[in-house]
């Protein structure tokens, strides 16, 4: 399929989801970040403002804060640049690029300081090999050629995952993918998992 047809039928999939059902799976969600070692050993959340019926990331930047981590969220410099901003609450953000939330605080990250530094991806689809089809800006792909050090996991819903993607050369795929049933990682599927079977960090949650 070709990819904004794919990108058309995901969103109004996902425009399909209550509000109950987003902030019910965005909490899922989140309880299955706090666990990734990714996160927990992350000096640096780059966070994404959610926006229209992507993954809920409000209580996430809140919680992430509270707990001493830094967070910072994206600007678009340009038509094809974006830039993150650290942040100390969701009152430093204004309206900006597609309506979406932005920084309006001065201070950059530098992701090449030294320091741990996790981003949390937004997209509209993904496959089992954590490739992942974002808006078509490619914004968050330039941004991690520039940057590979930093650790990518994507937050996206399971009705979002689909047959496998043909990435271009200049996408960027997620390490991991959470979703509110499962984690897939693209590491363990290099490694030649068992066909068939699940990594136990892969099963059901909550009893589902």
């Known amino acids: 399929m070709e990819k904004n047809e ?24 989140y309880e299955a970040l706090l666990q990734e ?15 229209s019926s992507e993954v809920d990331t409000r209580f996430l930047i809140d919680s992430a804060l509270k707990s001493g981590k830094q967070v910072a969220i ?11 901003y650290y942040i100390k609450n969701k009152e430093q953000t204004a309206p900006g690029t597609y309506g979406i939330m932005e920084p309006t605080t001065e201070e950059p990250v530098d992701p090449e300081d030294g320091r741990n530094y996790l981003c949390l991806l937004p997209g509209v689809a993904f496959d089992e090999n954590c490739n992942r089809l974002g808006y078509g800006g490619g914004y968050y792909d330039r941004f991690l050629k520039q940057h590979p050090r930093v650790g990518r996991i994507m937050l996206a819903y399971e009705l979002e995952k689909t047959e496998e993607l043909l990435p271009d050369e200049t996408d960027v795929p997620a390490q991991v993918v959470l979703t509110e049933v499962r984690r897939y990682s693209r590491e363990e599927n290099e ?16 009893g589902e």
């Open 74 to 84: 994206p600007k678009c410099e340009d038509k094809e640049t974006i830039r993150f």
């Open 6 to 29: 794919l990108r058309r039928q995901k969103r109004k999939l996902r425009k399909s989801l209550s509000v109950f059902r987003i902030l019910n799976y965005s909490n899922r969600i």
């Open 37 to 51: 070692p990714a996160y927990r050993q992350a000096d640096v959340i780059l966070a994404y403002m959610s926006f």
């Open 191 to 206: 490694n030649h998992a068992e066909e068939g079977e699940l990594a136990p960090s892969q099963t059901l949650r909550n």
